[in-house]
């Protein structure tokens, strides 16, 4: 029993190291292109992927998350750089990083469960379609080679897992095309053709613009675009994969995580980053479920670069490609499209949105925007409070149901009470209702005085604890009076 134990954690243990040496390599192209987008050397972006990916493997909120430099933070930080220079990006992000750190400690983090479930499928979609459409850029002038290395590519990923889960299909791919190609001479682009990924360690250096008024002003606004797209991207990619594998993450801890990453990426002359979700499904398909395989995946980035950057440069990109388009085919939230005739028509348009959003914008907004529009739908569903009316010897009773809040305040004083006619005493029971915000309470305000305006009483009864707490606050501006009959 013992030595199936030790062979079950050996056989788990060298599941994760080849898992994270596959991620490592699909993580040069997209981290070196993205720190190009940005206006870096490419090794800024192998920097970041082993400095941002180690922190995150051993700090962030969950085991095998895989960080590097991002897409959607390049898009905004080439901005940045063209106008003041890469040394501003670096304190951009310096404190973007200062601004995640406070997101976790405040526990915002944990809002992040809040995002409706059509805005979840509506990213993991569109991101599907934009990993599968940016793999397309490396097809530029390339011939035949490059589809028979992203087809035979596609084949290993497909068909090897059926036959054996021993090693991981990807590595097979890159090890044995890698090969056929360097043998076979295939004129085909590789990895060396994105840029020089040869370096040595990363030092510790202050970027070079001078921390002045002038320069906090100006990078400030980056810094927190910068702290929210980092950690939007970071704590979905966290619920798709709670999702996906039935666990349970801390998305506070992984925003202090990505705080703590991001900021020393500043001081060591690496762009910022986050989670990323295509090379975090890589490494969970690939085996990867311990902080090992992501933490693996880090280090070797850092191996490659200082000792064996010619051998890694020879690896062909149609291989790579080929491992994209299979990871985007398993991203996509197949599931979602059988639902679209269950769905509610607001639940289908916000992941129709949500997804165009993501393909055509910016991931971060398509989730703002996916929020918004879920708020609102909500709100209007909700927006309904009706009463009924008991009239006794002395007064009117208004039996309310429904929540009373900035939605449903307009039709609480316009169309539920009949002023006028109503007897000298009138109550509202709130058995079967709750003040839910301050609009409630002003509306309530704004009918005590029309009651008295019409020399008439108005009281409250049968109010919920919280509700009453909220009133009792706002009684130096109302002019309410609570009662139980």
Wanted: contains cysteine; hydrophobic residues 50%.
């Amino acid at each position: 029993m013992e030595t199936s134990i030790k062979n079950t954690k050996i056989s788990q243990y060298k599941n994760e190291l080849l898992a994270g040496l596959i991620t490592s390599i699909a993580l040069i192209p997209e981290v070196t292109s993205f720190a190009l987008v940005a206006k870096f050397d490419p090794i800024a972006g192998l920097y970041t992927a082993f400095i941002l990916g180690l922190i995150g493997a051993l700090l962030g909120g969950r085991a095998g998350l895989v960080s590097g430099a991002a897409g959607s933070m390049a898009v905004v930080a080439v901005h940045l750089s063209l106008s003041y220079g890469t040394a501003y990006v670096l304190w951009a992000g310096i404190f973007a990083g200062v601004f995640q750190i406070l997101f976790g400690i405040f526990r915002l983090g944990k809002y992040i469960n809040m995002i409706p479930q059509t805005t979840i499928f509506g990213f993991v979609n569109g991101l599907a379609v934009v990993i599968f459409i940016s793999q397309f850029q490396f097809f530029h002038n390339e011939g035949m080679a490059m589809w028979i290395l992203v087809i035979s590519t596609m084949l290993i990923m497909f068909i090897l897992p059926k036959v054996t889960k021993a090693i991981p299909a990807g590595l097979i791919a890159i090890i044995t095309l890698s090969s056929l190609s360097y043998f076979l001479k295939l004129d085909t682009k590789t990895i060396a053709d994105l840029g020089n990924i040869s370096g040595s360690l990363p030092h510790f250096s202050l970027p070079l613009a001078p921390l002045t008024f002038d320069t906090i002003r100006v990078i400030l606004p980056y810094s927190l675009i910068l702290a929210l797209i980092g950690l939007i991207e970071s704590l979905l990619t966290l619920s798709v994969m709670d999702t996906m594998q039935k666990t349970r993450s801390k998305p506070n801890k992984e925003c202090i995580a990505q705080g703590i990453g991001n900021s020393i990426c500043g001081f060591f002359g690496a762009m910022g980053g986050c989670v990323m979700i295509g090379q975090t499904i890589i490494n969970a398909t690939s085996g990867g479920k311990m902080r090992l395989s992501s933490a693996t995946a880090a280090i070797a980035i850092l191996i490659f670069i200082i000792s064996i950057p010619n051998i890694i440069g020879k690896i062909p990109m149609g291989v790579l490609v080929g491992i994209m388009f299979v990871i985007a085919f398993k991203t996509f939230e197949w599931a979602s499209l059988s639902r679209l005739k269950s769905m509610a028509k607001s639940d289908i348009f916000t992941l129709l949105s949500v997804s165009l959003i993501t393909i055509f914008f910016d991931l971060a907004i398509a989730v703002i925007i996916g929020v918004i529009i879920s708020a609102l739908v909500f709100a209007y569903k909700q927006a309904k409070i009706t009463a009924k009316i008991t009239d006794t010897k002395d007064c009117r009773i208004y039996h309310l149901e429904g929540p009373l809040f900035f939605g449903s305040s307009a039709h609480f004083l316009q169309d539920l009470f009949d002023i006028q006619n109503d007897p000298k005493n009138v109550i509202l029971d709130f058995s079967h209702t709750r003040v839910m915000d301050s609009s409630g309470i002003d509306a309530i305000d704004k009918l005590t005085k029309r009651y008295i305006e019409a020399g008439k009483v108005l009281k409250l009864a049968h109010l919920s604890p919280d509700c009453k707490n909220a009133l009792h606050l706002a009684r130096k501006y109302c002019t309410y009076e609570i009662d139980e009959y």
